[in-house]
């Protein structure tokens, strides 16, 4: 069973653009997680935002959450080649387990 | 990577033998995790195990079975490898518990002929 799906399943943009990548889950859910994986590496944790947040940052990373439309967005501001990267998001479903989507594959053109 | 070890990180075997990968973590951490990650499907849950000889199945957990006898490692097997099998494992461990944030080893590449 899928909890989240991510959009669009893959983005290409110049450096110093913005990458913008949204997630849509089923059920409800108290965080959300984003992950990246560079090819051929494990996964890499980069934010959880909790169900009673809105808005998180960490660094260039901007994340929301809306809980009304079972929704949340990854921003990457002035990306950079080293972005490029698949980008994931997981959420727990009811047994505790984190479900995770099947990737948005971000690639950044020097 | 977070003190996890994951071995082989590559493997090729035939059908119908069995294979086990080894996750090793350096924390003693309770909860550990695989999964198989494969194109179009994103990461599968396998089994988890939340302490020694205290594991679960998961989503895909048909044909694999693990064992955890000491808190550090974490083995999956594959009883008599198919060919639905390859795939790249991935371990990880949950420091804070479920519901929060996992890390991930390296990964092994299974390739069953």
């Known amino acids: 069973s899928q909890q989240g799906e991510e959009d669009p399943q893959a983005l290409s943009i110049q450096e110093g653009e913005n990458a913008t990548m949204n997630c849509s889950y089923k059920t409800s859910i108290n965080n959300l997680q984003w992950y990246r994986q560079n090819s051929g590496r494990g996964l890499v944790h980069l934010i959880l935002i909790r169900s009673n947040e809105r808005e998180k940052h960490s660094g260039r990373l901007r994340v929301t959450l809306d809980t009304s439309k079972k929704s949340s967005s990854l921003l990457i501001t002035a990306s950079r080649a080293a972005d490029t990267a698949s980008y994931f998001c997981?959420?727990?479903?009811?047994?505790?387990?984190?479900?995770f989507g099947t990737g948005t594959r971000l690639q950044v053109f020097p | 990577d977070a003190g996890i070890t994951q071995s082989p990180r590559h493997k090729v075997t035939e059908t119908g033998t069995p294979v086990t990968l080894r996750c090793h973590q350096t924390e003693n951490h309770r909860y550990m995790y695989w999964y198989r990650q494969d194109p179009g499907h994103g990461l599968r849950l396998i089994h988890y195990?939340?302490?020694?000889?205290?594991?679960d199945k998961g989503e895909v957990s048909d044909g694999y079975s693990v064992s955890r006898s000491k808190t550090e490692d974490f083995l999956l097997t594959l009883e008599s490898a198919t060919s639905s099998q390859t795939s790249v494992y991935f371990c990880?461990?949950?420091?804070?518990?479920?519901?929060?944030?996992?890390?991930f080893g390296p990964g092994t590449r299974l390739t069953v002929l």
């Open positions: 997981a959420t727990p479903d009811n047994t505790d387990k984190l479900i």
């Open positions: 990880a461990i949950s420091p804070q518990g479920p519901y929060n944030e996992q890390f």
């Open positions: 195990s939340y302490g020694v000889k205290d594991t």
